[in-house]
């Protein structure tokens, strides 16, 4: 059902795991992974992984953000894991950027600033140039949506920014650049050599009409297609410019609210490395999906959700688990695929996340979150076996419960339970994971048969 080099694997991010060492400005431990890493790798290996995804803290090898000072502790701690995971048989996939700015760069405009762009470009190449000899799949930024739009749009997420209206839409482009900057450099200095590939992972859900045969619905489908997957996937994949219906309801509003200041959606400058292109597979993470229909905006007052003009509804036959934004929908996985392979010109996909969450009453036990995952496996055997998508590999989140952003532990999307209140932060495989571990084996060994 399953390609033979499938990767089967599972994800984390540095701040959400690894913890800080005493001393540091930060006092949280998370999974401490920083010092219980043999941990985890034991859990990598209970599941049978071929594949780990984890994310480097740009802070922890570089404390002011530039390769000025580069910390050394940091730099042994990642050839460590990369090491041990290369000598258990696992491809490390490395995500540079998982949400974690240094906080030099914060104050320096973060995001916002035009100067991040090479920045940015400076640890990649740092990165590529110090890990590039073991790892070869590379993920830039992961989810430029959710750190413009929930960062700097609705103040949820780091920085927790609400200036709505314009520093979205700057911040998405300069994470643009920057991914292109990377993935240029990647290309012309490492890739011979290394031989790796480089992508951004895209956050998408599944999105349909309300009502299948109704003109507005459909039109606001579209529209808030362009605002999510393309606002980040159209230059990427398809022109090299933001979608052209993304632009004009965005100018449309500026000027019905007399805003006159040019457009809020910057551009791209001719004398800047391309962004078309600049991906050598599509990452995609998929959690959910969603009906869509007209909606209403903010008013007077500029923002994202005018400019969309859509809004977001569930299915009542959906069932809500753990988080009330995530509806279990795996089918929707199958379509958000085919609609990728149609739209992007038939990428190689990896699913970089998917997983759903529970909140308590904790269950180790937990047979709903088995099923999902099932189910989800099942959904994309189908997207490759009966629609023809390039799907490369399937990474769950997460490997581990974890510090889950302004949720903090309440809500644990691990495959194996982690007891935040045991000084040994003790992990326990959930049934979930026996059910994935299972599946792995399972189809693992259908491909060595078809060897
Ligand atoms: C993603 C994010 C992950 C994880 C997950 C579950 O947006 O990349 O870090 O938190 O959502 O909410």
Known sequence: MFPRDFAWGAGTAAYQIEGRVFGEQNGDVACNSYELWEKDLECIQQLGLTHYRLSLSWARLLPDGTTRRVNQKGVQYY??????????????????????????????????????????????????????????????????????????????????????????YLVGHNMLRAHAMAWHSYNSIYRTEQKGAVSLAINSDWLEPLHAGCTEDIAATYRHFAFTLGWFAWPVFVTGDYPEIMRSAINAQSKKLGYNGSSRLPSFSKDEPSILGTADFFALNYYTSRKVKPGEGCGKILCMKSDRHTEEVLDPSWPICGVSWLAVVPHGLRKLLKYIKDTFNHPAVYITENGFSQVGPLQIEDAQRSEFYKDTILEVAKAIQEDGVNVRGYFAWSLLDNFEWADGFSVRFGLFHVDFADAKLSRTIYQSGREYAKMISKYKCGQEEKR
């Open 79 to 168: 050839n460590k894991v990369i090491d041990d995971l290369l000598a258990c048989n696992v491809s490390p996939m490395v995500t540079l950027y998982h949400f974690d700015l240094p906080q030099a760069l914060q104050d320096q405009g973060g995001w916002k600033s035009p100067d991040i762009a090479t920045l940015f470009d400076s640890y990649a190449k740092f990165c590529f140039r110090t890990f590039g000899d073991r790892v070869k799949l590379w993920i830039t930024i992961n989810e430029p949506y959710v750190c413009a739009k929930l960062g700097h749009e609705d103040g949820i997420h780091a920085p927790g920014l609400k200036e709505p209206g314009i520093a979205a």
